[in-house]
């Protein structure tokens, strides 16, 4: 079955322990991106990755880190985590080079940062 | 960055009854798609609209690519209880841009 993983689908942490979130895709698409979803705001893209090796900041890229390095994941790292980034988190994939290709969602990692 | 503005935020209808939402933006779109999210799943595709004019359906549900291509709308014709979820719209500036942008979404409830 064609799907998006995300790993875990809870995580409780204490501000400042390093941590990652995984996302692995079956599809063998291009494109790669990670979204939070706060009350009111929707989704707003943290990181996305055109192909392997190749990443750039979405519009909240701050207080995150993302590598590339095998096309199927896409880990999400929080060096330092911070109250603030107690969120729902989304993982997503496309093909990239296909104009007409939506994105695929994994199914959330709720995160909080006490 | 941009915004997608979504209405109504939230909704109550009736069992049976049509539900019409819309997305609008100060900025030109190429791409608009429609997404469902229900409580802990990620957002799932209902409908793409890829030309301006475009109007598609999938089952119940119909969405239009408005003309002036900054807006869309979504329609459910006689709703059922689980078309109950959030509806989020988002757009995409240019053919092959990468970044989609997300509307906050409406928040739909059927009652019986």
């Known amino acids: 079955e064609a799907q998006v993983t995300q790993n875990p689908r809870y995580l409780i942490t204490v501000t400042g322990k390093k941590l990652t979130v995984t996302c692995s895709q079956n599809?063998?698409?291009?494109?790669m991106s990670w979204y939070r979803q706060d009350p009111g705001l929707g989704l707003r893209q943290i990181y996305y990755s055109m192909n392997v090796e190749v990443t750039d900041k979405g519009d909240v890229p701050e207080g995150y880190k993302v590598s590339r390095k095998e096309k199927r994941n896409f880990p999400l790292i929080l060096e330092s985590p911070s109250p603030n980034q107690t969120s729902l988190y989304f993982c997503?994939?496309?093909?990239?080079?296909?104009?007409?290709?939506?994105?695929?969602f994994g199914n959330g990692t709720r995160l909080t940062v006490t | 960055g941009q915004q997608l503005n979504q209405s109504p935020q939230s909704m109550f209808i009736q069992e049976g009854e049509d539900v019409s939402m819309n997305c609008t933006s100060s900025s030109i779109f190429n791409t608009w798609l429609w997404y469902k999210q229900e409580p802990g799943e990620g957002p799932v595709l209902l409908i793409a609209?890829?030309?301006?004019?475009e109007l598609t359906s999938n089952g119940r549900l119909t969405a239009q690519f408005g003309i002036t291509r900054k807006d869309s709308f979504l329609n459910i014709s006689a709703s059922i209880p689980s078309d109950v979820g959030i509806y989020f719209c988002?757009?995409?500036?240019?053919?092959?841009?990468?970044?989609?942008?997300f509307g906050p979404g409406t928040r739909l409830s059927v009652l019986p």
């Open positions: 609209l890829y030309k301006a004019g």
């Open positions: 599809m063998n698409h291009e494109y």
């Open positions: 997503a994939s496309r093909i990239g080079t296909v104009y007409n290709s939506p994105l695929h």
């Open positions: 988002a757009g995409r500036r240019d053919n092959y841009g990468q970044n989609f942008v």
